[in-house]
Structure formats: C-alpha cells, structure tokens
C-alpha cells in the first residue's frame, strides 16, 4: 500500500483528504457525535496553530530581509494579484458554479503560500531556496493575520460568511491565541518538536484531515452534494488547471522582465503561485458558517492537488536543465 501511495502522482496527504470526504459522504456526523465532533476541531486547531508557532522561529521571518525586492515580489502576488484575481472571476463564475462555489474560488485565492513544497520545489528546480524559506515563512506568519481580515474585507454573507463580533473573538480565541502562544512557548518546547519532528508532522495533518471530515459531514447533512453537481466539480477543476497554468507563465514572465536572477525567478514561481491547504482549511473552518465550510473549501482542495501536480513537473523540468548545464 505504502509503494502504491510512493507511485501515486497523488500526495498521501491528500489522499488521506480525499478519503475523508469519502467517509463522511458515507458515515457524515450527526446529532450528538457532530456536537462532539465540533469540540474536537476546536481544540485540533487551537494546537495546530500553537505548533505553527511553536516552530515558526521569528528569526526566520526576518532574516534573509535586506533581498525585499525578491520578497515583496512573491507577497505581491500572494496577497494582491491572487485576491485581485478572485474579485474579478466571482461575477462571472457565479451563474455557472453557484454563489457558494464562486465564493470558494474567492476564499482560495485570499490564502497564504504553502511552506514545505513551496521550499521543496524550489531546491528541486535548483532555485533560491533561501528566499523562499524567508518568502514562504513569512507568507504564512502574515496569513495567519492577513486572510482574516480580506475575508471581512472581500467576502459577502451571501455566501455563508458572517463575519460578527462572535466569529473575531472565535478567530482570536482558536487561531492567533494559541499562534502567539506557541512563540512565546518555542524557548521550552522548540527541542522537544525538533527531535520528535515525525509524529508532530502526523499530529498537525491528522487535524487537517478531521477538519475536512467535520466539514464536508455538515455539507452532507444539509444537502450540499444534491446543490453541487459533477458539472460543477468538472468546472473547478478546469478553471483551478488554467489558473495554476496561467499563474506559473505569468510569475516565469514577470520576474525576468524585473531583472530577477533565474534562481530568484523560480523561487518566485514555486512560492507566489502556491495556496496552502493547511493554512486555508483551519481558517476556513473558523470563519464560515455550518455548512458552506464544505462549499468554501472544495475549491482550494481541488486548486492545491492540481498546483501539486504541475509544480512537480516544472521542478523536475528545471532540475534536467540545470543538470544539463552542469554537465555541458
């Protein structure tokens, strides 16, 4: 099982999600198991956002600063082309994949760039991964605060979002709490993750892989499958296929008109075109109300394994050129 999963094109973690959507279309929470079920994301997210911050060294959002232009750059198109980008494709995604999943599209583009592929397709393709350790740490430190806020700012409660009072003390309380928690904490537990950095690994994906399970179970529960059609699904595939394209051409494009170097162009390609899943999950299940966290969040599922896929290809595609150049 475990070479079929080493074979698959597919990451195991998101296989792992999948199957979680899997089982709750099956076996969704009801009743009083969903009440617990509740219970249990909250405390998931409150410790998997003490250990983003438990492991997140404030140094390394700092360090590596004085390339701003590389930084900039990459936050750019992070947190202003992607969001942009959203406002402009909801009006006319709407009356083709519904308000909720147009929404979605909107939410995914408001996510901070993923750390671990951003990073490991960077060193593959033979890129700056220096800049991108400091572009993709940084990215998801401001996420944590940034994506918040252009939720309230963007999104409409149309789409199931009701941002009040409650839902920011829900965000301060689950999310930015036990983040600062987890800095002040790193001094006294920032060995222990280091040498048990495996199961920690495992800990921070199996909260993921419950938050998907609760959420699409309320979207079960309230119907969502007899609204989305498989139309629909094909339509966000398409759409998350030609805006993963799109976007890798146009951060290959722009940096080498800017002047950037060929490692500094890649570490913008892998981290300015990347939505992280663990990032946007948790966030979403804060934000949204019951059962558009399932709608919300299809779309970002869909746009990560796809942006997995071709990003894998580009980086294998750069390593043979460099490769090829060494030789020569």
């Known amino acids: 099982m475990r070479r079929l999963l080493d074979r698959s094109p597919i990451d195991g973690f998101v296989l792992s999600i999948l199957l979680a959507v899997v ?16 219970w249990v994301v909250t405390i998931l997210i409150g410790l998997l956002f003490f250990l983003y911050g438990a492991r997140l060294h404030p140094r390394e959002a700092l360090d590596g600063l004085t390339h701003w232009r590389l930084h900039l750059t990459i ?8 969001p ?5 494709l ?17 939410y995914l583009t408001l996510v901070p760039s993923t750390v671990q592929s951003s990073i490991a397709f960077t060193s593959i393709a033979r890129g700056n991964v220096a800049g991108a350790i400091v572009s ?12 918040p806020l ?6 409409s409660s149309e789409a199931g979002v009701h941002i009040t009072a409650a839902s920011v003390t829900k965000i301060v309380l689950e999310i930015l709490v036990p983040f600062i928690a987890g800095q002040l904490c790193r001094p006294l537990v920032a060995g222990f993750l280091t040498k048990y950095a495996a199961p920690t690994k495992y800990v ?6 419950v938050v998907v399970y609760v959420a699409f179970s309320e979207g079960v529960v309230s119907g969502m499958w007899s609204i989305v059609s498989v139309w629909d699904v094909i339509a966000v595939c398409l759409l998350s296929l030609v805006f993963v394209i799109a976007m890798l051409a146009l951060t290959g494009w722009l940096p080498k008109r800017l002047g950037f170097s060929r490692e500094d162009t890649i570490a913008i390609q892998f981290c300015g075109t990347k939505k992280s899943l663990a990032t946007g999950l948790p966030l979403a299940s804060v934000m949204f109300a019951g059962s558009a966290v399932g709608f919300i969040v299809l779309p970002l599922m869909i746009f990560h394994q796809i942006q997995l896929i071709l990003c894998s290809m580009l980086a294998s ?10 030789e020569a």
């Open 75 to 82: 936050l750019s198109f992070t947190f202003v082309l992607f």
């Open 84 to 88: 942009i980008i959203g406002l402009v």
């Open 90 to 106: 909801l009006p006319p995604l709407t009356p083709v994949i519904g308000d909720q999943l147009a929404h979605g599209v909107l």
């Open 136 to 147: 993709a740490s940084a990215s998801n430190l401001l996420g944590v605060f940034v994506t």
């Open 23 to 38: 089982v709750a279309a099956v076996f969704p929470a009801r009743g009083a198991f969903a009440d617990v079920m509740d």
């Open 204 to 209: 921070d994906r199996s909260s993921i892989v």
């Open 317 to 326: 595609r750069y390593e043979k050129q460099a490769l090829a150049v060494t």
């Open 150 to 155: 252009l939720v309230v700012l963007l999104m």
